[in-house]
């Protein structure tokens, strides 16, 4: 083959190679086109929405019957009252009344939320689909909103850059636009905080006053971070580089949601004056329901004191009798619970009782079980494991009954009242061994295990004790006059 026909084979080749190479662009043309562009979304499925606090509130509702405790709770709206939420582009929400219901609802047990409608209340009875026959009266009713919403408390930045040069390579080349290669990397942070407050408060619904010392302010902080990483390189010239840049904020919302059921289950739970700190891990003990405990078993005779402590010990699975006295069995039981309990002071230590009754709430499902035993020994008048039950006061006994009246709505039923004038005298409801001591001559046949002071309870039948019906007609004791700390834990009778 001579010279002159070598470049041309050469240009035949080249050409043959660049055939193949133009169809496959032409063929990926489609892809390549900026305007055919396309993105996948992922398909999520609906969940069920849980938090941290899910089994606190239904642990709540299971200890009100552990300890005895009801409520009717109404909510009010709750809304953000700091004005954020029409201002700050939507950070926070305007409205979190359905999450105090939920909140409120989860509890279950003896707990009865009553939602606040009056305009559909009302149009039920216009319509006449319903009226205010057996319509429950709420207790309490909660109020609160949203005080504080402190965006940037606190913003944090950082950088750190880091580039290498190298000398002058001398490249004599005019088509090589500089002569030096060099690296460049950066990162850089920047986070910030926020803090949401929210407040609670309780009303008495009959006075519409403020229940003392019922009220919970507790906040939250939400968190925003961004985070920033560059690398770069420049080769003779041209410049290549990466970058990536991630953000993170913590929802607002859902923040909000869990800060609604810390301060339900607290609020809740002081009022009742149940150990609810035992639901939460690293909870610190609430200062108003000890105190409250040791003052009410303070105020309690020595027979009672023990009655008491026999009770809580029966609770937590020792089978003996409680009968005011501080028997070779009530000795073995307290020494198996606190090793270092020293007999000679008796039960005179009200850090004692608190102990042993906030520890009732270590094992929920076990006690629970114990309080069902309670009740059907009292149902049925057991000899073998008599629990005492005597009455409060005449006097105290009408103060729960003028609360008790009234607490079911009956409009609408003028005859009921001429009914409820005529009916028999409610018995006393069972308030603990709080007054054992202070009636000694109750004939033999109607003492409980060993001193009594009133006939013991008719046998009645066995009822689920989450049962609302029969918990809303009892005797309403909570914050009167007629509280006494541990007669929560003794079965109180249901008013005839």
Known sequence: MSATQQPTVRRSRVLLLLIPLVALVLTSCAKIDPRQVDVDLPVDMPEVKETSFDKPLADLGRMSQVYGKRALIQGKDITDLTGLSQYGFGEIPRDITEMTKSALNAIGGNVVYIPYNPVFINNQVVTGYSNFQGKLIPDIVLSGGITEFDRGLKTHSSNTDFGVTTRPFNVNESWVPGDTISVDWGYGDKDSVARITLDFNLLDFRTMSGVARMQTVNSINVYKALAEKELGFTIFGPSFGLKGTVKKVQGRHAAIRLLVQTSVLQIVGKYLYLPYWKLVPGMQPDAVVIERIRQDYRALSDQDKIAEIQTCLYLKGHNISVDGRMNPQTREALSSFKPDWDPSRGVQDPELYVELWSSLADNLEQTQHRRELLARHLAADSPVERVAAAPVK??????????????????????????????????????????????????????????????????????PPEDIAQVARRPLTLGGANFSAEAIINERRMAQ
């Open 394 to 463: 005449t006097k105290t006994a009408r103060k729960a009954d003028t609360k008790t009246d009234g607490k079911v709505a009956t409009k609408r039923q003028p005859a009921a009242a001429p009914a409820a004038k005529t009916a028999p005298a409610r018995k006393p409801a069972a308030a603990g061994p709080t007054e054992v001591a202070g009636h000694g001559t109750a004939p033999e046949h109607d003492r409980p295990a060993v001193a009594a002071t009133a006939p013991s309870p008719p046998p009645r039948p066995e009822t």
